[in-house]
């Protein structure tokens, strides 16, 4: 055939509707999208794809009912009866981790191995008669369990005798030295934020310079949290809520960890075209407090409670740390790896069958109108394919015809993050063929690595989702649809000063029925 440019115009206008069987006859070369802004490293890449993970509190605190200890505890009260990382690592394992990170040093400065730079180790406790290591162990059962291991290491620490003075920050620096080569690789170096004063009653200016080279020295690929990265952040709470709209782009330029860090919302919704790529981590306990304690054997968080927080962590562009103490024995204890499966089950029953599966799907815009980037890729499953439009369009669509008429509540949807985070508002409608129409289901705003949306149950063949802003030409690489089970998360009720009432739930499943003279409700 003889193609002219009059004939590629003519294709282009056609494809105005781009239909799948089209591109054959119209294939162009077109340039792949340019990056925009801050990107993800190779290794921040990584990392996200882990999504979930397990934290664990372990060291004197579980033995002594507080959060803080002090640092003048007797090394003696850290006795675990039976440790068994094995254990931890089984339980990850079968939960659907990807990775644990433990706390090799909390604020009260307790090593659970035994470091050359401090006194207050596993080694001065009569714990295997101080001949013991939990890194070891740990390290050693995440290998053999096919997970990635990481470590927190508490720059605060309320028992060196030099916290407070400039050689400190040279003590911490061999501390994670010691650690970094001696128990790797380490895929998270998770440093708090918290600096409080130390035994002597003084506070200590860190040199995170030093900190970060010592980590990325001896393991180049580690990703490191704080508060504001530079791998990844915290998101600005401990009840595992992360912003509705969440940016993996922050402003980092005159921030620091801990008091000097950016405002608790800003965390918890990143920066709109920030300079740096750090993305949010969700760190929460299943429990109450970060630490073992037998006063919360029974509150540990129910598998609703789990999910909703899955929901919005991991549905809401953001990795899930979820804090699984093991107990005084040195096991996870049984009502929490009971409820952790509990979780992992639902998590299946809820996305079992993705009911996108063999649908088609018609885009306004296509890339050079070339299969490469044709909206088909949203359902091929590679990771690195991905539906694109022209640079200069900022807003598209995409409609999609279902085998037939389903019945659903979940929307997933991923962007493809290696070329920059897009995506600022989108909206989804179905169509509803008693009013031969497109009714709209739901809106909101970023995507990111993954978006998963909750709608009450909706039946209908065909769904759109409008892309209203973008800034810069959107990637989306995934949509699957999914038929949930439904549950009931506990209502909240709130009053306001001027006595405003509002009722809501979490989980957008139930109906809820109120009255607002005294009487009981009825479905009616
Ligand atoms: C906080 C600490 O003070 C808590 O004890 C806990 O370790 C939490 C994950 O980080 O800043």
């Known amino acids: 055939m003889n193609i002219t440019p009059a004939y590629l115009t003519s294709c282009y206008l056609a494809t105005a509707i781009v239909m799948g069987g089209f591109f054959a006859a119209c294939e162009q070369q077109v340039s792949p999208p340019e990056p925009f802004g801050a990107i993800p490293g190779e290794y921040q890449m990584e990392w996200q794809k882990m999504e979930y993970y397990m934290f664990a509190h372990f060291g004197p605190n579980t033995f002594t009912n ?33 990775g644990i990170i433990i706390t090799a040093k909390h604020h009260d400065g307790f090593c659970l191995w035994p470091s050359e730079y401090s006194t207050h180790t596993v080694r001065e ?127 980092i330029t005159g921030f620091e960890p801990g008091s000097g860090a950016p405002p608790v919302d800003t965390l918890n919704q990143g920066n709109r075209g920030g300079e740096a790529w750090v993305p949010a981590e969700t760190d929460v306990s299943i429990r109450p407090g970060w630490f073992y ?93 991905y539906w694109a439009t022209h640079d200069r369009e900022l807003t598209a669509s995409l409609e999609i015809t279902l085998r037939q008429k389903q019945t659903f509540n979940r929307l997933l949807l991923q962007e493809y993050i290696p070329l920059g985070q897009r995506v600022a508002r989108f909206a989804v409608d179905y169509w509803e063929d008693g009013l031969n129409d497109w009714v709209l289901l739901t809106e909101a705003t970023t995507i990111g690595y993954k978006r998963i949306l909750r709608f009450p149950m909706v039946t209908t063949q065909k769904i759109r989702v409008r892309i209203e802003e973008s800034l810069a030409c959107p990637l989306l690489n995934t949509l699957e649809i999914y038929q949930a089970p439904e549950f009931l998360s506990a209502p909240a009720i709130l009053r306001d000063k001027e006595g405003y009432v509002t009722l809501s739930c979490a989980s957008p499943d139930p109906v809820i029925h109120y009255t607002t003279d005294g009487t009981i409700p009825t479905t009616a």
């Open 293 to 385: 304690s037998p006063d919360t054997d029974d509150k540990v968080k129910s598998v609703e409670q789990l999910m909703d927080i899955f929901y919005t962590s991991i549905g809401r562009n953001s990795n899930l740390l979820l804090n699984v103490p093991p107990d005084r024995t040195g096991r996870i204890h049984p009502r929490d790896s009971t409820r952790l499966m509990e979780f992992k089950r639902l998590r299946e029953e809820s996305f079992a069958e993705n009911l996108a599966a063999g649908a088609t799907i018609r885009a306004s815009a296509v890339r050079g109108n070339t299969s490469a980037y044709a909206p088909e890729n949203l359902f091929n499953g590679v990771y690195d394919s």
């Open 125 to 251: 406790s009569l714990w295997k008669e101080g001949k013991g290591d939990v890194l070891k162990e740990l390290s050693e059962a995440c290998k053999e369990y096919g997970l990635k291991f990481g470590v927190y290491l508490s720059p605060w620490d309320q028992n060196h005798p030099a916290y407070g003075t400039p050689e400190y920050n040279q003590v911490f620096a061999n501390t994670l030295n010691e650690v970094l080569m001696g128990y790797g690789p380490i895929f998270e170096q998770w440093f708090d934020g918290a600096n409080g004063e130390g035994h002597a009653g003084k506070k200590q200016v860190y040199d995170w310079d030093l900190f970060h080279e010592t980590v990325y020295r001896n393991q180049p690929q580690a990703i490191i949290f704080s508060d504001v990265g530079p791998g990844c952040r915290w998101m600005g709470n401990e009840q595992g809520m992360a912003g509705e709209t969440n940016w993996s782009t922050l402003n």
């Open 66 to 98: 507080v959060e803080w200890g002090n640092g003048e505890e007797d090394p003696n009260v850290f006795y675990p009866t039976g440790l068994d990382c094995r254990q931890w690592a089984a339980t990850a394992q079968a939960a659907g981790m990807t």
